[in-house]
């Protein structure tokens, strides 16, 4: 079982949709949780920290549910902008590593 | 403020032959970190250095090596190349963060390997 699980999609949307991406890790001695956003044959860049208490940057919206291990991602009223692959990231404490999930692909329609 | 760069972009090597990827990290940034990242999964740590010494190592066999150098520039070297060794290989750099904070990895553009 891989640490970082996640639905590899693809989920196709309509511009102006809002769409949830949801994650689960498995070691509970994580600590740092991130979305990275990944478009086609370019490098994963950060798109945002996740914090206990949620947290939001404009359209974006990351929730941690410790008790549950699981991490969500609510991007509202996409944009053709928007398509990419989403990652899903964890870091425990004690260690220097990212462990990334496979990604979940995003696709924007007009 | 230039960003991480990494050289060369792409690369076509053969079967048991040697390479060597290089990567300069984001200005102010100390600590490089190396991932593999082969088609349709995330990218899969190698080896994090920082002080010219590697400070963590992931589940890669020893012919995955690197180095450190004194402008905190790094490279990532790779023997006796097998198929399975075709990937993105992505540089991270990040400042080593105080006991409690996050240390936040940028990624450079990667370079592409493709073993024939």
């Known amino acids: 079982r891989k640490e970082v699980e996640q639905d590899p999609g693809p989920f196709n949307v309509p511009e102006g949709a809002t769409v949830a991406f949801n994650c689960t890790y498995s070691n509970s001695a994580s600590q740092s949780f991130f979305w990275y956003r990944q478009d086609c044959r370019k490098e994963p860049k950060l798109l945002m920290s996740?914090?206990?208490s949620g947290n939001e940057d404009g359209r974006f919206t990351a929730q941690l549910n410790r008790a549950s291990q699981y991490i969500s991602l609510l991007i509202r009223d996409s944009k053709l902008s928007d398509s990419a692959t989403y990652l899903c990231?964890?870091?425990?404490?004690?260690?220097?590593?990212?462990?990334f999930g496979s990604g979940t692909r995003l696709l924007v329609r007009p | 403020d230039a960003g991480v760069t990494q050289s060369p972009t792409h690369l076509i090597k053969t079967r048991g032959q040697q390479v060597t990827l290089r990567c300069s990290p984001k200005s102010g940034h100390d600590t490089v970190s190396w991932y593999q990242q082969a088609l349709g999964q995330g990218p899969q740590f190698i080896f994090q250095?920082?002080?010219?010494?590697?400070?963590q190592r992931g589940n890669f066999p020893d012919r995955f090596s690197g180095h450190q150098f004194p402008n905190y520039s790094s490279e990532l070297n790779v023997n006796a190349l097998l198929l399975g060794d075709s990937a993105l290989y992505l540089c991270?750099?990040?400042?080593?963060?105080?006991?409690?904070?996050?240390?936040?990895?940028?990624f450079g553009p990667g370079t592409r390997l493709l073993v024939l």
């Open positions: 250095y920082y002080e010219e010494e590697e400070r």
């Open positions: 996740v914090y206990s």
């Open positions: 990231v964890v870091n425990r404490g004690s260690s220097y590593k990212l462990i």
């Open positions: 991270a750099s990040s400042l080593v963060a105080l006991a409690g904070d996050q240390e936040t990895q940028y």
